[in-house]
């Protein structure tokens, strides 16, 4: 009843599911053991199409093999770079903590030098007043009278006292 199928369609037909197969939208065996009157009952045919099944399938398991290796490699590039962020991070991290420890020390010593300053200038102040303090006693001791310095009038002018 079913007419031959002819060489061509048959060949036509193969390679719409090689090309199915090669999508994934067909598993390679069921493209193998197609039901379809199209596919090709002859030996010729059938021989021709397991070879290219077979070729078709160590393609497939190369890709597939090349595909994985691929996918490693990735993600052994993409975990290698974010260990190096993490690190680089780290350093960043470590390296601003030192910045603030070096800027804390820095202000902790200058409050300390400007407290010794401070300290200094005080005692040198009270020094040169009670140097000034021994100084007048002694000079405006017994026998030794130096005159006193002329008053300053309004405006800050030497006025002349009108006593």
Do not use: C, Y
């Amino acid at each position: 009843d079913a007419a031959p199928v002819p060489v061509e369609a048959a060949r036509k037909l193969q390679k719409q599911e090689d090309r199915m197969v090669m999508r994934g939208e067909l598993s390679p065996l069921r493209g193998a053991m197609s039901d379809s009157p199209l596919a090709g009952g002859g030996a010729f045919v059938g021989s021709v199409r397991d070879a290219d099944i077979l070729n078709l399938k160590r393609k497939l398991v190369a890709a597939e093999k090349a595909r994985k290796e691929a996918e490693q490699r990735v993600v052994q590039e993409v975990r290698a770079a974010q260990a190096q962020v993490a690190a680089i991070t780290r350093q960043a991290a470590a390296a601003g903590k030192a910045h603030a420890d070096a800027l804390r020390d820095a202000q902790l010593e200058a409050e300390s030098q400007i407290s010794r300053v401070k300290q200094d200038a005080s005692n040198a102040i009270t020094a040169l007043m009670q140097e000034n303090t021994r100084l007048k006693s002694v000079w405006n001791g017994p026998g030794i009278q130096f005159p006193m310095p002329p008053v300053l009038g309004p405006g800050g002018r030497r006025g002349t006292s009108v006593d």
